[in-house]
């Protein structure tokens, strides 16, 4: 004879199981575009509060529409930087940039700082040079073990004469999980850096996730771990 209470029992755990898994679903879809979201209308926000304030008030929106839009100082951010950038290119421009790395030059500390920010600016935005165009594997920290790395550029200068290598060196960027902005510069010779298939972005997505998704979409098989 069938309990009373025995059919009533058993689904409860199955749909507790269900409204979990839809509820994790629903995170894995919700989380990506609301961090997304929350970080662009925080950068907006950031640029704003130090954009707008060095705006005349007569040409800002709010004193006509009565609103305070996020974005406008993005905006006039991005039509200042394009008219700086239109003056560099002419010979006017040049000419006083010379004369301001020249003055900057006279002063100890502030050179420093503005070479340095130079330096960096220039390997990041230049356009003649694609940065961390290829994935790669390497032995790192040492032989037997691998890791994912990008490479970034072929070692020049000092660094590729001193070094105690008859071939090319390479630099490659070893970043660590799950911050790829943070990472190691190490220097290879060229035959022991691997090139991979992969983008950039499959790359990253896989140091992100700590080995969790590959490539394609295919995800770790943690019935064949340990």
């Given at each position: 004879m069938?309990?009373?209470?025995?059919?009533?029992?058993h689904?409860?755990?199955?749909?507790?199981?269900?409204?979990?898994?839809?509820?994790?679903?629903?995170l894995?879809?919700?989380?990506?575009?609301?961090l997304?979201?929350w970080?662009?209308?925080?950068?907006?926000?950031?640029?704003?509060?130090?954009?707008?304030?060095?705006?005349?008030?007569?040409?800002?929106?709010?004193?006509?529409?009565?609103?305070?839009?996020?974005?406008?100082?993005?905006?006039?951010?991005?039509?200042?930087?394009?008219?700086?950038?239109?003056?560099?290119?002419?010979?006017?421009?040049?000419?006083?940039?010379?004369?301001?790395?020249?003055?900057?030059?006279?002063?100890?500390?502030?050179?420093s700082?503005?070479?340095?920010?130079?330096?960096?600016?220039?390997?990041?935005?230049?356009?003649?040079?694609?940065?961390?165009?290829?994935?790669?594997?390497?032995?790192?920290?040492?032989?037997?073990?691998?890791?994912?790395?990008?490479?970034?550029t072929?070692?020049k200068?000092?660094?590729?004469?001193?070094?105690?290598?008859?071939?090319?060196?390479?630099?490659?960027?070893?970043?660590?999980?799950?911050?790829?902005?943070?990472?190691?510069?190490?220097?290879?010779?060229?035959?022991d850096?691997?090139?991979?298939?992969?983008?950039?972005?499959?790359?990253?997505?896989?140091?992100?996730?700590a080995?969790?998704?590959?490539?394609?979409?295919?995800?770790?098989?943690?019935?064949?771990?340990?």
């Amino acid at each position: 004879m069938t309990e009373p209470f025995q059919d009533f029992n058993h689904p409860k755990p199955r749909l507790l199981a269900r409204l979990r898994s839809s509820f994790l679903t629903g995170l894995v879809v919700i989380l990506p575009v609301g961090l997304t979201i929350w970080l662009i209308w925080t950068l907006f926000g950031w640029v704003d509060g130090f954009v707008l304030p060095l705006v005349p008030d007569s040409v800002q929106p709010e004193k006509y529409i009565g609103i305070n839009l996020r974005g406008v100082g993005v905006i006039f951010f991005l039509l200042f930087t394009i008219f700086i950038g239109w003056i560099a290119k002419g010979l006017l421009g040049r000419s006083m940039i010379r004369w301001g790395e020249n003055l900057v030059g006279r002063m100890p500390v502030v050179r420093s700082i503005y070479s340095g920010v130079k330096q960096i600016a220039e390997t990041v935005f230049a356009q003649t040079e694609r940065s961390f165009e290829t994935p790669c594997l390497v032995q790192y920290p040492r032989k037997g073990i691998w890791a994912i790395g990008f490479i970034s550029t072929k070692a020049k200068g000092e660094i590729a004469e001193r070094a105690e290598t008859s071939g090319e060196l390479l630099s490659v960027f070893v970043p660590t999980t799950p911050n790829p902005t943070s990472g190691f510069l190490l220097f290879f010779p060229r035959e022991d850096v691997i090139d991979l298939d992969m983008s950039v972005e499959e790359a990253a997505k896989l140091v992100i996730s700590a080995g969790l998704v590959y490539p394609n979409g295919d995800k770790a098989d943690h019935a064949d771990v340990g």
